[in-house]
């Protein structure tokens, strides 16, 4: 092996390595329970449930927020225990309402069956003051759970092809694997992020050729674009001259036959395309614990494809070196190995969940990817089961999502609209600083530079993750930046206002033995806030952000109707000041780590 592809290969088992060295310290350190109020209530009534039908029920028994109209703090519905125990609802409600009450648990006043519901009133004043000084307490952590403890996700994200620059099209996985990453890691995960980086195929070969014929032996600057640049010229001179398809071709077959000259060029376009995606996420706050890419699987494919030979999974084409895999099981035929004998996508990424398995023995693969991949993750996940690539207890799970709209066009070049990511994010940033610097007089351009990336980043990134992943979303420029329900800057708002508030206190940490409550709202604002464990559950468990979004939004129009009817600064008596800081205080923590869990930052002013 020549010396850059060794190193190449060695920077990726490092990489390989870190990461399993990571996940053993997490394995390895301490289980931690978790220890909010609403789930030891859920646990205790759990117990008494238990010891009425029996221990296989429990599972059934959750707590629920009731409707507003009814008056309770939380519901238990009894349908799935009724049909577990085959027993009526009401029936049901009203052996657990009554063997509640007569349990006397401190934190619930009562207990009382409606039809196929109990409700759980608690003693409102211990219970939401517990949640609050919880949530203090756990500042940062607050939020953090750990059923998932001991299990690892690989989460396959970004992942964009090389020697071009990153485009709308791949902004969605970007944010979303980012996104879906923390939330895993939230809910006790490990989580190892991959970037499988589109890093080979013919397209090389041709731009090597673009390269050594067209550019002055070295590119200084704006590499990616001059790749681009070299790439296009490519195919406009195929045109005029059919040939250079063959010689391209050539180059790439030489490439991976192991050239020394041509791998380190290639080489060259990978690391060049490695720091211009940086940029971008670094921007996006994005990390991955690997870029393996499909050149490192590229070598392993003909062992694939003799297994899938050996096992009658795949055949031979008549005359010909092409391998395909049959129509079965509804699902199309496709090949695993072209013409030229060269490596394919789906043969490359059969290797990649092999080795991801081996490796890291995760519970489950994400693939974040759009949906016009759907069929090929299906034969591929297919053919991986049957190759015991992916063994029953490894969860596989293609993450859909549409696509990126422009006055519903898909966003192209031939439609004028821009498709490149550092586009948009630049001119999400300009609208953002053009609206500070109309909203405020006394603001410095200092200001003005580091609020509008966080404010225009911020609405890049929420205006993705808001709505529902499976549609295909737009850029409202508009709406996305300006303070309007619904849009990123409205949390954030939500958020400074807060700080002002604390801001004018003069002791914000004042602790009091039992907060006190006076007002309906602030029971709504402290229930809302004790919701936030249980929402970021919620939103792991489906795979959708926009869940933990419209759950921040929610909390953010509690806070203002709250604000509206309430007194925090002018408050006299002491302890009433004390719960009302608390609960703000609480609440701008919940805002400001569920934006952290999307990777957006708060602003200090606005
Ligand atoms: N590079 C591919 C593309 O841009 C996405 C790769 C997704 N991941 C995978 N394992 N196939 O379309």
Avoid at 105 to 122: E, M, R
Avoid at 268 to 281: A, H, L, P, Q
Avoid at 337 to 366: M, N, Q
Avoid at 485 to 505: D, F, M, P, T
Wanted: proline share 3%; net charge neutral.
């Amino acid at each position: 092996m020549s010396i850059v592809m060794d190193d190449y290969c060695k920077e990726i088992d490092e990489s390989v390595k870190k990461t399993l060295e990571r996940i053993k310290k997490e394995k390895e350190s301490q289980v931690k329970q978790d220890v909010y109020p609403l789930s030891l209530l859920r646990e205790k009534i759990r117990e008494i449930a238990s010891s009425l039908y029996g221990q296989n029920i429990v599972s059934a028994i959750d707590l629920s927020v009731p409707p507003p109209e009814i008056q309770s703090d939380f519901a238990i519905g009894a349908f799935s225990l009724s049909k577990q125990l085959k027993k009526s609802p009401s029936l049901i409600s009203a052996e657990l309402a009554q063997a509640i009450n007569s349990a006397g648990l401190k934190d619930i006043q009562k207990a009382v069956a409606t039809g196929p519901y109990i409700n759980i009133f608690v003693e409102r004043n211990k219970f939401y003051s517990d949640i609050l000084q919880y949530a203090n307490s756990m500042g940062d952590e607050y939020g953090r759970t750990f059923a998932n403890k001991g299990k690892t996700v690989v989460i396959d994200y970004s992942s964009p092809n090389i020697a071009k620059p990153l485009g709308v099209g791949h902004l969605r996985s970007t944010i979303i694997g980012q996104a879906l990453g923390n939330i895993y890691e939230w809910t006790g995960f490990s989580v190892v992020r991959d970037n499988h980086l589109g890093d080979w195929g013919t397209q090389f070969g041709e731009l090597i050729y673009a390269y050594k014929k067209w550019s002055d032996g070295d590119i200084k600057e704006d590499h990616i674009r001059k790749l681009k640049d070299l790439y296009v010229r490519f195919h406009n001179e195929l045109k005029e001259n059919p040939d250079l398809k063959q010689e391209a071709r050539k180059i790439f077959k030489e490439l991976e036959n192991g050239n020394e000259e041509l791998f380190s060029l290639w080489k060259k376009f990978r690391d060049w395309s490695i720091e211009g995606f940086n940029r971008v996420y670094s921007r996006l706050g994005v990390k991955f614990d690997l870029y393996i890419g499909e050149s490192y699987f590229a070598p392993h494919t003909p062992d694939i494809i003799r297994e899938c030979l050996e096992k009658n999974l795949a055949k031979n084409e008549e005359g010909s070196q092409v391998v395909f895999v049959e129509e079965n099981e509804g699902l199309p035929s496709f090949i695993l190995r072209k013409e030229d004998g060269a490596s394919l996508y789906i043969t490359r990424d059969l290797s990649a969940v092999k080795f991801r398995v081996e490796k890291f023995a995760p519970s489950s693969i994400l693939y974040v990817v759009g949906s016009e991949q759907a069929l090929s993750f299906k034969q591929m996940f297919s053919l991986a089961r049957k190759l015991g690539y992916l063994p029953e207890n490894v969860k596989a799970e293609h993450i859909e999502f549409g696509m990126v709209l422009s006055n519903n066009k898909k966003m192209s070049t031939r439609h004028g609209t821009i498709v490149e990511l550092e586009e948009v994010m630049g001119k999400a940033v300009e609208r953002a600083a053009e609206l500070l610097r109309e909203g405020n007089k006394e603001i410095t351009e200092n200001e003005i530079k580091e609020l509008s990336e966080i404010i225009g980043i911020g609405a890049v990134i929420y205006n993705d993750l808001r709505q529902s992943r499976e549609k295909n979303i737009s850029f409202d420029w508009e709406k996305s930046i300006k303070l309007e329900a619904g849009s990123c800057a409205y949390l954030q708002y939500a958020y400074v206002r807060i700080k002002s508030i604390l801001s004018k206190l003069k002791n914000t940490d004042a602790v009091c033995e039992q907060y006190k409550f006076e007002h309906p709202k602030e029971f709504d604002l402290a229930k809302k806030v004790l919701l936030f464990p249980s929402i970021i559950k919620q939103a792991q468990e489906n795979n959708a952000l926009h869940i933990l979004c419209i759950y921040l939004e929610e909390l953010a129009q509690q806070f203002n109707s709250f604000y509206a009817d309430v007194q925090v600064i002018n408050t006299l008596d002491h302890s009433l000041l004390a719960s009302r800081t608390a609960l703000i205080k609480a609440t701008a923590l919940v805002i400001e780590k569920g934006l952290k869990l999307m990777e957006i930052k708060t602003p200090y002013k606005m």
